[in-house]
């Protein structure tokens, strides 16, 4: 099951706890019931964050098959190879989401933390990747006022003959291929969220939007990437 909204998840997972409680107290001794907690708080803590086996470090697999909007298709072609496979020597941010309000809410932190990644665009790409089996429209990433502004810093950039390219590029998996080799393959069930992977083609972190681990793995990968930084390890 997936859900949009971290209120949701949260919600449920109180009434699961609470319900669990009553179930214990009732049925059990006292002593027997408070003996549980901890087990029960030791698969809280294991669903909330999940270990470096669930996904952490191993290879990040190809986004075979996506569609991307229109006006991103162009871009989107240099992401990718003909396959769908990771470019060598890049860097990624994966978002898997669906077209809802709950969901779409993290996309303008997506947008401003893509347009802190700016100097090392070329080669730090952000996906973000919505589900096959979404009915809705194309998705509004922003407020009007805050798309207006965006277009203005993008007329500035062509007027300065700079490279105008989307901040985040936007792709439906029609197959639904690249939903099953990343949120279903690492038991991940909360959207949105994301998949940084390195310029090695590693998972170096995962997790939802709003987890405070993206920004610290987002400084990570752009040292990676940065021209200075690679050009200073010829010896890797």
Known sequence: MLLDDRRIVLSLEAICW????????QQTEFPSAIAILPLLMAVLI?????????GVGAVAEAAPDLTFEE???KYGAEVFDKEGGLLKGHAYVLT????????LKQMPRLARLSSGCEKVRSTVHFVAVFAGDDDAGAPQVASKKEQRKAARREDAKLAAGMDASPVVLMATDTTGEVWK???????????????VVDRTGTILWHGQANRRGLV??????VRQVDEKTIAGRKGE
């Open 96 to 103: 898997f989401l669906r077209k809802t309000p709950a969901s």
């Open 216 to 221: 610290p793995s987002l400084k990570t990968i």
């Open 46 to 54: 294991h669903v909330e964050y999940p270990p470096p086996g669930s």
């Open 18 to 25: 609470c319900t669990a409680a009553m179930v214990f107290f």
């Open 181 to 195: 080799r990343y949120m279903r393959k690492h038991g991940c069930w909360a959207l949105p969220h994301c998949f």
């Open 71 to 73: 006006e991103h298709a």
